[in-house]
């Protein structure tokens, strides 16, 4: 997608490109736009290829891509292969997945509900808000694409839907009503913002070209911030027709102080999704060190 940057230093300890994959969600376009065309200096070029976060988490389980945007919930089967980079992913406060209905204070016993992945981190969250509240718990679980899940509970093809990302701001043009916020109920039990989205790299391009990526992401990062509108194209021209104040939402709630650098408080988050999801049976557990940075090959 990129060429060359003719500043990277002779004998860069990272590769002339990089293979990356990434969703077209606004979030993330405006992350790496800098990037991906070139304007971070010592940087890469990367190779871009746009993919829906299910995709992306199934590349990662076959080690098909060097650097992925994955869910945090497919960390635990991919960390041998792969090291988490602690910056240019989604975590944030009030901004988790919801579960919607046709009707409200509907009661999710033993009904239908569709999801968009079950290795996704809105699945996870669902499944632990669901032990909590859900008593005798919920019915059949179906996947289907994200942008299907609103019209088959619209039309009454399912019970109940888990969303994310821009249906937080879209749900209620399809008449449906939020019956549970699963990032409310992750907050008011763990004070921990939500885990959702990660960016991995693999270990084999070892631990200092994983720093100076690392590095590259922060700066891309920075540059969005310092210049929105220079990102604007590349996000509206993936944005799947979304309205550009959507679009800002969207950036606005999943671009934050966790995207330039996870810190402790996300750290903590990852740790306490993962670790809560194996004791529920729903993970593999995670080693002691498996989240370390920088990693070694």
């Not at 293979?19 to 190779?47: E, K, M, Q, W």
């Not at 981190?121 to 996947?143: C, K, M, N, Q, S």
């Not at 939020?178 to 989205?197: F, N, R, S, V, Y």
């Not at 671009?255 to 004791?279: K, S």
Request: hydrophobic share 45%; net charge negative; aromatic share 8%.
């Amino acid at each position: 997608m990129s060429q060359p940057n003719p500043e990277t230093p002779a004998g860069h300890d990272l590769p002339e490109r990089l293979r990356i994959s990434y969703s077209p969600c606004p979030n993330d376009t405006f992350v790496f736009d800098a990037l991906a065309h070139g304007r971070v200096p010592g940087a890469p070029a990367l190779d871009v290829a746009f993919a829906d976060i299910d995709l992306t988490n199934g590349m990662a389980e076959r080690g098909e891509s060097d650097v992925l945007k994955v869910s945090y919930a497919v960390l635990p089967y991919v960390l041998d292969a792969y090291a988490l980079l602690p910056c240019g992913g989604a975590l944030g406060r009030g901004c988790g997945p919801l579960v919607l209905t046709k009707e409200p204070e509907s009661d999710l016993k033993g009904r239908t509900v569709a999801v968009p992945s079950e290795r996704s981190t809105a699945y996870l969250l669902f499944r632990l808000w669901a032990a909590d509240t859900v008593p005798g718990g919920v019915g059949e679980i179906v996947v289907m694409p994200f942008h299907e899940i609103m019209p088959a509970v619209r039309d009454g093809k399912v019970d109940a839907g888990l969303v994310i990302h821009e249906a937080r701001f879209t749900y209620q043009d399809y008449g449906l009503h939020k019956l549970a916020d699963m990032g409310e109920h992750w907050e008011a039990t763990t004070g921990l913002p939500i885990p959702l989205g990660a960016i991995i790299a693999k270990r084999s391009l070892g631990g200092a070209a994983l720093n100076r990526l690392a590095d590259a992401i922060r700066a891309s990062v920075r540059a969005a911030w310092d210049d929105p509108e220079a990102s604007r194209p590349y996000v509206m021209a993936h944005a799947q027709e979304m309205d550009p104040a959507v679009a800002d939402q969207h950036i606005g709630l999943y671009v934050n102080e966790f995207t330039a650098d996870l810190g402790e408080d996300g750290y903590a988050a990852v740790r306490g999704l993962l670790t809560r999801a194996a004791a529920e049976g729903l993970v593999p557990p995670l080693g002691p060190d498996a989240l370390a940075f920088p990693a070694t090959t």
